[in-house]
């Protein structure tokens, strides 16, 4: 879920750096949904590589539809970007990306403990 906070904090701010774009869709995914896909696909998602000795990794798009935002009130340019809704957005995203990575540091915390008490 680490992933899906990032990839969500990366839309939002891009929400609000085009806030003055005409015509510029504010876009969004639906945590619960990406939550389920997260949880359904495989431990590890296949890799692309481009030639043989190059590292496994690819750049590409998670698989998370994009929802568009429908504005409680239309701008005359067509920017459907709403600053208060982006910023309650991004504060709580920022807030469970925060949770997130607590719970992962502490599982860690927990278990380098017990590999330092096995020594």
């Known amino acids: 879920m680490l992933g899906v906070r990032i990839y969500r904090q990366q839309l939002i701010a891009s929400n609000i750096a085009n806030a003055d774009t005409p ?3 504010a876009v969004d995914i639906d945590i619960e949904e990406a939550a389920q896909i997260v949880k359904g696909a495989s431990a590890s998602l296949p890799l692309a590589t481009t030639a043989a000795g190059h590292q496994s990794g690819s750049a590409q798009t998670p698989p998370f539809p994009l ?3 429908v504005p409680y009130q239309a701008a005359a340019d067509g920017n459907t970007v709403e600053m208060d809704v982006e910023r309650q957005k991004m504060a709580e995203n920022s ?5 997130s990575l607590d719970r992962v540091s502490g599982h860690f915390k927990h278990f380098m403990e017990l590999l330092q008490n096995l020594k």
Request: charged share 20%.
């Open 23 to 25: 015509g510029y869709k």
């Open 67 to 69: 929802k568009y935002h």
């Open 95 to 99: 807030l469970m990306h925060q949770f």
